[in-house]
């Protein structure tokens, strides 16, 4: 039952407030925020009794919803995060299509809490599937400027990476006959090839939902949505799947060898990637963005390294203050009307909003005692147990994360001094807004990002513990240390540029190239999106373009052909046949006189047989030959015309057709049987 | 169901006729009184009961007159058609205890298939005459048809969803205790306009009717108004007994045996459309059908959701 | 008794059927058709499946009333007042029908089917209930589904103002060549439109001999197959038929 | 009445259905000719079901989808005549000719 209410409140609160519309904004913000915080509260009561329920699906399928403990902290920090998104939608942008905004983000909260209590895979794909598609609608929601191909951009990609999870559950359920995520450690434990399709099509899916290398790209198209959507999509729910699904299912993977060399790879990899690309970005949202995906290689890590309650820790985190930094972002652009960082650094006008990022950028460079920063100690000591080496890679993606978060505050929220250049875009006329909704709401998560600072207390830590249910790694002093120095490094090499005016990357340089994830998109753009987009346009342009005019070429090539050779035999065998005729003259007219009486007759008979031979010769052959070469031309134009009239566009010649064909079908299945 | 026993042939035919024979006269009589009374003319108990008759005599001496080129088969086959769909339609209602004409166990839907084949007889009567008001008042009425045609089919299958059956003997047994009328308060209204409907009668009073100078009739004289008028008011026979079957509970009642108490309400339902055929205004076409589909259907769905919730 | 009825149902549905595509008056062959549907319930009904055959009773009948409609309104010659034969290639439709029924009869003769008949006491009409809303919910719910897009989508496709624009916007044909201007409704035949010259050729030798309307000469008929459309049926006269039908032909249309 | 006999009614309905469907000119006669067909599958799948599927309430639900496969037929159709009529004025196989939109 509270499962249910879990799923139905916000789906029921999104709809009713899109129906409800624009004209009564008022009802309809109303109602989603009365939705997601029912949902708040339902989720702490679900997270509390951890409730199981069943739904019979037939066909030897059936719906499992429970709350495994891994699942709890998202549990609640899904609808936490989405009400004080929600609260900032409900005055984001311009009213107009704001209730579809606020509806679609309730909807994506129902949805993703369906995903968080699916008990087995055919819950957990439907979820899966309905968050990727609500996410295109709201990336779409700008639908005027080129927001709808960015966001099939971003829908294909996962989409692609969506077919491995159904190739996973077609081999665990063709093997086992369950898609129950209870039956799936017996089933790895078994082996066989079915188990390594299974975790490939796993991994696969998980590393496209959360932008992994090298799907990160699709973050950067999903930036073109509204600030709030971006803010939930990135910070609980759309990539959060990704982790939480190998977090699940961990257990199960784990039995594979290669999995967690490979989950390590591929965060790593992200993790340090990310970093660099965030360090040389121009907007902040984008930097953001690509500190997601960077954020997420490090849960990916400490699921790889066999700690999915590390991930999960830092999946919380990270949700909350990312959530933060994303609103201030959207706070920042509303305020400097740019995009980019340029037009920014709004220090000493919007002071609180400056200050309560500042919470989230220390949060995102991992400085005690914020409670990102210990959950990154976590996973950094989650790595070094694996190896030493993958440790300090940890640490080195973690000055990466210093860097950026530095100068994402510096440069978004910096002040600017008196030599730097006055921005180009105009201010927004007024910030009232963004002082009072948009400042609350920052507070609120501000409040919440410091609160988790708990965690460096014995006290919290054992809480975590008890709400994930696993196990951490023991940190080490050496570790710690080195992570300090490694943040401390990171600001300061930021402090240092942003002495120099350095900080901020000119967008003509080759760093522009890197910002743009090394040219990744385009990449998977001309792989995967574009023939994707390209086959219908192209399906259905097939029968004008090939099929018509092919045949219409044909006929035309035909008659084309018969004229040449028409023309070309009276030319040349004529011509050929008039010379012999007259060489044949003039021979004889020569002997004829050359000789004397004596053979005059015989040679004039000679004469007279060859000329007239030679007429003969020339009448007959020629018809022939003529005759012959104009029949082949017209038999090649009248089966060209023949075979254009078989395209008649007539319906009943059509169905004719295929009367006759299915006819033979038929005779041909009796014979053959 | 299993004590309902089948009449013989030869008694069945001989039950329906006397049925539609009386039906017919009754219903006739009735229209005489209301139309009577509501013109305001007083009311002599004698002429009124005789009246039909008399109409039917002029009727069958009147010469009839034919049209150019008209549709001959369908014309005479119109008629025809609605008498014995109206037949059909009364075979399979119980008549009284374990009296059914024939116990078919779709008797229901097979209801509804003779008021479905009904609109069409209607048709042919207005397409047939090749006349230009006949078709027009044909067209008008599939038109209008087409739109609470829906309508009866939902409002008799709720009626059937207490009964766990298609047969009308059981839907009447399952209304020993609470009748359909009760139960589902918006299934008879429904069905009376749907009947108003068939009958063109009233606010639907749309094939013969006098904006269209007589409309389908407009050409009809003679045996063929006769024939006309007794298929019109025998298919009202067969509502208002389905009506009585299926929402009034059939054969139930107190005291009196259960074959008069059926007759009663047939009765009460032919005198109510009787009524309403003279004092309802007709309604013009496409507003009928704006209300029909966008407020009746409706009704009827909610009819049925509500039948569906008492059966649960 | 019941083979006698069964004799009797299905000479009447595959005469009613012939009659179809047989008779003039367009109510006629829409109210054979419906005949034959009739026939088949009843013989449904002998078959024992007593609700299918009822119900397809019910449902033809409804679908046929529309169909009428239909007919009336994109016929020319709706009551068959005139002796007219619209058909093409008839000798392959023929041969066609002839081997269709032939191969189906054929397997009917000759394919031997396991004998299994239904037992007459069975309440079909109850466990099909069941049936339909137990093991087979999926197929009944999608059948739903279905027919709803299908409404759906014929009200989209048969809007006279649609979402792309009023009605006049559809009425008028599209460019034939890209940037080409639009030509008004009432001058639509366009050679190239129906794929050159000999396109019409081979339409003449198909179909002059068999569209000859009431004496009047259909010459003119065969790229009428075009050209008809343009000619609106509410004022095509046909030698000597009553004003009076045709005018309801065009006047349900226009309304 | 047995199964052989049905199957060739069903048989002589198919064929009438394919020989209208072919060789009719309009629209409307050409759907007259489907629904022939269809009507003749109906009483062939009906007749399977009687003599030789033992009465499963399958074969019953097989006979439904066709009936629903008929009226789906149907709609689509006259919406689709209707809307070539607006778009081409045209009432027969032969007033669509042309191979472009």
């Known amino acids: ?543 004008d373009r090939v099929v018509d005019a092919g045949i219409g070429r044909v006929s035309v090539g035909a008659q084309a052909t018969s004229r040449l050779l028409a023309r070309g035999d009276d030319r040349i065998v004529d011509a050929g046949i008039g010379r012999v005729s007259y060489g044949a003259q003039a021979t004889s007219r020569l002997l004829a006189r050359g000789d004397d009486r004596i053979v005059d007759a015989g040679v004039r008979g000679t004469a007279h047989f060859a000329a007239w031979f030679s007429r003969m010769l020339d009448r007959f052959a020629e018809y022939g030959v003529d005759r012959a070469v104009d029949g082949s031309g017209r038999l090649t134009g009248a089966l060209g015309r023949q075979s254009r009239r078989i395209q008649s566009g007539q319906t009943h010649q059509y169905y004719a057709l295929i009367a006759a064909t299915s006819a033979a079908l038929v005779l041909v299945l009796v014979l053959w049987s | 169901m299993n004590e309902v026993e089948q009449l013989s042939a030869p008694l069945a035919i001989v039950v329906v006729a006397a049925v539609l024979v009386v039906g017919v006269y009754v219903s006739s009589v009735v229209d005489v009184v209301a139309f009577r009374s509501v013109a305001g003319q007083r009311l002599r108990p004698g002429s009124a009961a005789l009246f039909p008759a008399r109409v039917a005599h002029r009727l069958s001496r009147q010469q009839s007159v034919r049209t150019e080129r008209p549709d001959m088969i369908l014309r005479v086959l119109a008629p025809a058609a609605l008498l014995g769909l109206a037949a059909a339609a009364v075979t399979v209602i119980p008549l009284s205890p374990g009296i059914v004409v024939a116990d078919v166990g779709t008797g229901i839907v097979l209801f509804g298939a003779a008021e479905a084949l009904a609109i069409v007889a209607i048709f042919f009567h207005g397409w047939s005459p090749n006349s230009p008001f006949a078709l027009i008042a044909g067209y008008r009425f599939v038109a209008v048809a087409l739109s609470y045609e829906l309508l009866s089919m939902f409002v008799l299958i709720g009626a059937a969803i207490p009964a766990e059956s298609l047969s009308i003997g059981a839907i009447v047994e399952s209304q020993a205790g609470l009748w359909n009328v009760i139960r589902q308060p918006l299934g008879l209204p429904l069905f009376l306009i749907v009947s108003l409907g068939v009958t063109f009668s009233g606010p639907l009073d749309l094939l013969d009717s006098n904006d269209l100078a007589g409309g389908g009739s407009v050409e009809d004289s003679g045996m063929q108004r006769l024939a006309w008028q007794t298929a019109r008011h025998a298919m009202r026979i067969a509502f208002a007994a389905c009506a009585a079957a299926v929402f009034l509970g059939g054969w139930h009642g107190p005291v009196l045996p259960g074959g008069l108490w059926m007759a009663l309400k047939t009765f009460a339902v032919i005198a109510l459309l009787g009524f309403l055929d003279v004092f309802v205004a007709r309604i013009s076409a496409e507003r009928f059908v704006r209300v029909a589909w966008g407020v009746l259907l409706p009704l009827a769905f909610l009819n049925l959701l509500i039948a569906g919730v008492g059966a649960l | 008794m019941i083979d006698v009825a069964f004799v009797v149902f299905s000479v009447a549905a595959v005469a009613s059927g012939y009659g179809v595509f047989r008779v003039d008056s367009m109510i006629r062959a829409t109210y054979l058709l419906l005949a034959s549907f009739l026939n088949v319930g009843a013989i449904l009904v002998l078959l024992l499946a007593e609700y299918l055959g009822v119900a397809l009773l019910f449902m033809m009948t409804v679908e046929m009333i529309v169909m009428g409609l239909f007919m009336v309104m994109f016929m020319m010659n709706p009551a068959g007042l005139n002796p007219m034969n619209m058909v093409h290639q008839p000798r392959f439709a023929a041969a066609a029908g002839v081997v269709a029924a032939a191969g189906v009869a054929v397997v009917a003769v000759f394919a031997d089917f396991p004998v299994a008949p239904v037992d007459a006491e069975s309440a079909t009409t109850r466990e099909l209930g069941i049936e339909l809303l137990g093991g087979s919910m999926l197929v009944f719910e999608s059948i739903g589904v279905t027919l709803l897009a299908t409404m759906v989508c014929s009200v989209i496709l048969s809007s006279a103002t649609g979402r792309f624009g009023d009605g006049y916007e559809g009425s008028v044909a599209p460019a034939l060549e890209p940037g080409g201007d639009h030509r008004p409704a009432d001058d639509l035949y366009d050679p190239d439109a129906a794929g050159g010259m000999d396109m019409d050729m081979d339409m003449g030798d198909m179909d002059h001999g068999e569209m000859d309307m009431g004496g009047m000469d259909m010459g003119g008929m065969d790229m009428g197959g075009m050209d008809m459309g343009g000619m609106d049926h509410g004022e095509m006269d046909m030698g000597g038929m009553d004003m009076g039908d045709m005018d309801h032909g065009g006047m349900e249309r226009d309304s | 009445m047995n199964l052989m006999t049905v199957l060739l009614v069903a048989a002589a309905l198919i064929g009438v259905g394919v020989w209208g469907a072919l060789a009719q000119q309009t629209f409307v006669m050409l759907m007259m000719g489907i629904e022939m067909m269809l009507n003749g599958v109906i009483l062939a799948v009906a007749g399977f079901w009687a003599f030789a599927g033992a009465g499963l309430p399958k074969g019953q639900v097989l006979v439904i989808l066709s009936m629903a496969v008929m009226a789906i037929e149907l709609a689509i159709g006259f919406a689709l005549v209707t809307a070539v009529y607006r778009a081409r004025q045209a009432d027969m196989t032969e007033g669509i000719g042309s191979l472009k939109g």
């Open chain 1, 1 to 543: 039952m509270i499962l249910f209410a879990l799923v139905a409140m916000p789906l029921l609160a999104g709809l009713v407030t899109w129906v409800v519309g624009d004209r009564r904004l008022g009802v309809g913000s109303a109602v989603a925020i009365g939705g997601v915080a029912g949902t708040l509260i339902v989720a702490i009561a679900a997270a509390l009794e951890q409730p199981t329920h069943g739904l019979d699906w037939g066909g030897g399928l059936s719906l499992t919803f429970e709350v495994d403990p891994i699942a709890r902290g998202p549990l609640v920090l899904v609808p936490l995060v989405a009400l004080a998104v929600v609260v900032y939608a409900s005055s984001y942008g311009e009213s107009q299509g704001r209730a579809r905004l606020l509806g679609l983000l309730s909807i994506f909260v129902g949805v993703m809490e369906l995903l968080l209590i699916a008990g087995d895979l055919l819950t957990l794909i439907m979820g899966w599937e309905l968050v990727g598609l609500v996410s295109w609608a709201l990336i779409a929601h700008h639908w005027r400027g080129d927001a709808p191909a960015d966001a099939s951009h971003a829908f294909i990609v996962t989409r692609a990476g969506d077919l491995g999870l159904f190739i996973s559950a077609g081999a665990v359920f063709a093997t086992s006959g369950s898609l129950q995520f209870s039956g799936f450690g017996a089933f790895t434990d078994g082996g066989g090839a079915a188990v390594h399709v299974f975790v490939g099509g796993i991994v696969l899916a998980a590393f496209t939902k959360s932008a992994q290398l090298p799907f990160s790209p699709w973050l950067f198209s999903a930036m073109s949505g509204p600030t709030p959507a971006s803010a939930l999509l990135h910070s609980a729910t759309m990539v959060a799947a990704g982790a939480y699904l190998l977090a699940r299912l961990q257990p199960a993977l784990d039995s594979v060898g290669w999995f967690g060399p490979l989950a390590i790879g591929v965060g790593l990899t992200t993790a340090l990637a990310g970093g660099v690309v965030a360090s040389v970005q121009s907007e902040p949202k984008k930097l953001l963005a690509a500190s997601t995906s960077a954020q997420y290689g490090f849960m990916f890590v400490a699921v790889g390294a066999g700690y999915p309650a590390v991930a999960i820790a830092h999946l919380i985190a990270h949700g909350v203050f990312k959530a933060l930094l994303f609103i201030s972002a959207g706070a920042a652009i509303d305020a400097s009307g740019s995009s980019r960082f340029e037009d920014m650094r709004l220090g000493r006008s919007h002071r609180t909003t400056a200050a309560l990022a500042a919470v989230g950028a220390l949060a995102l460079a991992g400085v005690p005692p914020l409670g990102g920063a210990w959950t990154k100690e976590a996973v950094v000591a989650a790595a070094a147990l694996e190896s030493v080496w993958i440790g300090v890679f940890v640490v080195l993606a973690a000055v990466g994360s210093a860097f950026y978060a530095t100068r994402f505050q510096l440069l978004a929220f910096g002040s600017r001094r008196v030599d730097e250049p006055a921005p180009t875009a105009d201010r927004a006329e007024d910030s009232t807004e963004l002082r009072n909704r948009s400042t609350t709401v920052l507070m609120l998560l501000a409040a919440a990002t410091i609160a988790l600072s708990l965690l460096w207390l014995p006290w919290g830590e054992e809480q975590l513990l008890k709400v994930t249910g696993g196990e951490f790694a023991a940190s080490k002093l050496w570790e710690f240390v080195i992570s300090i120095v490694a943040i401390v490094a990171g600001a300061g090499w930021a402090f240092l540029l942003w002495r120099r005016h350095r900080l901020l990357t000119p967008s003509g340089s080759p760093l522009s190239s890197v910002s743009d994830w090394f040219g990744i998109p385009a990449a998977t753009k001309v792989g995967l999106v574009d023939p994707v987009l390209a086959l219908a346009g192209w399906a259905a342009r097939l029968d």
